[in-house]
């Protein structure tokens, strides 16, 4: 990329926002300038979707797998933006790049928008796009990542797929938050969901994984397919280690061996305790700490990688 966009300062904030750059309405913003009406139906209505990429060591991973899913979770929704997957890439490269983040959370974003007459017809909306990077953030802290998470299984139900697609990134989260308090008054980090049988589905911001026998399985319903999820079934084909996608029962989870989540924010991140119970001999896994080491290993791999174009100074 030749020469980096214009870094708008509308006026100074004095509220505290994480570092980064965000761009909306055509123009590149610290991230305290990004601002969004009321008005529109992604804040009223939760009516939007998304994405989230991680920027590692100055590279996107996987981007392109981040873009078709952003993509196809548009034209589900019936809503369109005014840029192609390339150009998506290209804003997001300059979010970055801007930012002079080395390793970052990168979301974008498109909302039904809003409607100049303030029609409830989400067919008369402007549909907006949104993108920011701000420093990588992790569903596990430092501790967690060492020690492992204490996982809540709790009754609390995933929206079910038929009133809202999973597989479709986006905001319907109250059931998510209602799991998180559940799981903070039994003292845990934080919340399994169930689906509609009562199984396992996924967690705020993560795919579960549970290993028996040195079997790994995770739901195939109920649950965003996601890029993470997906690495991990890569890295098992590539290890030789069985890996199978089907319904998880919780009895089956609180059984296994070895339990970790999986996200774009933290990668694979292990789970040593169960609704108060040590999973296995309560400690790190031997099998995840291999995918875990595999994970970050495979951000080298140049396929893989999207490397940023940071302006000259910040090299
Ligand atoms: N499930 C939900 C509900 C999520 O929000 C996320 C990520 O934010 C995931 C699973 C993991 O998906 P990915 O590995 O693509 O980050």
Known sequence: ?????ILSQRHIDPR???????????????????????????????DATYDVVHVWKGAFFRLDDHLNRFFRGIEELHMSIPYDQAQVAEILHNCVALSELRNAYVE????RGTSPTF???????????????????????KEQMEHGLHLAVTDVLRIP????????????WL????????????????????????????????NVFAIRDGVVSTPDTSVLLGITRQTIFDICAGLGIQC??????????????EVFVTSTAGGVMPVTKVDGQPVGSGVLGTLSKTILAKYWEMHDDDTLRDVVPYPEAAE
């Open 175 to 206: 059931d998510m938050v209602k799991g998180l308090y559940a799981a903070y008054d039994q003292g845990a980090d934080t919340a399994v969901l169930v689906d509609g049988n009562g199984n396992v589905s996924e967690g705020p911001g993560f």
């Open 119 to 141: 029609s409830r017809d989400p067919r008369d909306a402007e549909n907006r796009f949104i993108a920011f990077a701000i420093p990588f953030g992790s569903v596990a802290n």
């Open 161 to 172: 797929p038929s009133s809202v697609d999973p597989t479709i990134k986006n905001y319907h």
């Open 1 to 5: 990329m030749s020469k980096l966009p």
């Open 16 to 46: 505290s926002y994480p570092p980064g750059v965000a761009y909306m309405d055509g123009q590149y913003l610290p991230m305290q300038e990004a601002k969004l009406s009321v008005l529109d139906y992604g804040f009223l209505h939760s």
């Open 244 to 257: 199978r996608t089907q319904d998880v029962s919780v009895t089956a989870l609180k059984a296994a061996d």
């Open 108 to 111: 974008f974003i498109c909302t």
